[in-house]
């Protein structure tokens, strides 16, 4: 059972335009919501992360969306530039549970320049 | 500072070898974790570890996976016997564990080929 769903798969902007990347979960246990981004031959990496106590994010272009009520948060990319093209993740963890994080299925965002 | 080190970084075998996969967690990391990404099923946990004790193995595909972490600083993942439909990209990651949220750290992976 997919707990956290993403989308979507993919998608093309234009350099300068805004990636938006929406994520849905079900488990109302889940505590922190990070965000992964991952290159061609590299393991993911931490790009920005949001608390459910938090509507908002921001951290340079990239913003978290968060609607705890829907149970839905959103990645939006800002001024999107060609170096962001790679594949995003949401995920979802619970700390009570070892910090486990379960992932979405990723979003392959290619920006063209 | 080092980051999460896997090796081998590419791996090609032939289906029924014994394949086995290591990692060095970030130092001072008590939390490991082992990932398995296709395709088809993206990124999956396999089995993780606090404090060198295996925590969560619900994971693991089947009994021919096995994961070890014998010290703080090496993990191992073997496969035995490998099987063409374990050729995937096998992540370890580590995190600190304990007070608020932990980010995990994830090494650049090793690529698994089973002919």
């Known amino acids: 059972q997919q707990q956290v769903k993403q989308s979507p798969q993919s998608l093309i902007v234009q350099k300068g335009g805004i990636s938006i990347i929406n994520c849905a979960y079900e488990n109302t246990a889940f505590d922190y919501f990070p965000w992964y981004q991952q290159f061609p031959g590299k393991g993911p990496a931490l790009l920005i992360a949001?608390?459910?106590?938090?509507s908002e994010k921001k951290e340079g272009r990239f913003t978290i969306s968060f609607n705890k009520s829907a149970k839905q948060f959103s990645l939006h990319i800002m001024d999107s530039q060609p170096g962001d093209s790679a594949t995003y993740f949401c995920?979802?963890?619970?700390?009570?549970?070892?910090?486990?994080?379960?992932f979405g299925g990723g979003t392959r965002v290619l920006v063209k320049p | 500072d080092a980051g999460v080190i896997q090796s081998p970084r590419h791996e090609v075998t032939e289906m029924g070898q014994e394949v086995t996969l290591r990692c060095k967690p970030i130092s001072g990391h008590n939390s490991l974790f082992w990932y398995r990404q296709t395709m088809m099923r993206g990124l999956e946990l396999l089995i993780y570890f606090n404090n060198n004790v295996p925590i969560d193995d619900s994971g693991m595909p089947e009994d021919r996976f096995s994961a070890k972490m014998p010290n703080a600083s090496f993990s191992t993942l073997k496969i035995q016997p490998s099987e063409p439909r374990d050729s995937a990209v096998y992540f370890c990651?580590?995190?600190?564990?304990?007070?608020?949220?932990?980010?995990?750290?994830f090494g650049d992976g090793t690529r698994l080929s089973i002919l």
């Open positions: 990651a580590s995190s600190l564990s304990g007070g608020r949220n932990q980010p995990q750290h």
């Open positions: 995920a979802a963890q619970i700390k009570a549970a070892g910090n486990k994080l379960t």
């Open positions: 949001i608390r459910p106590d938090v």
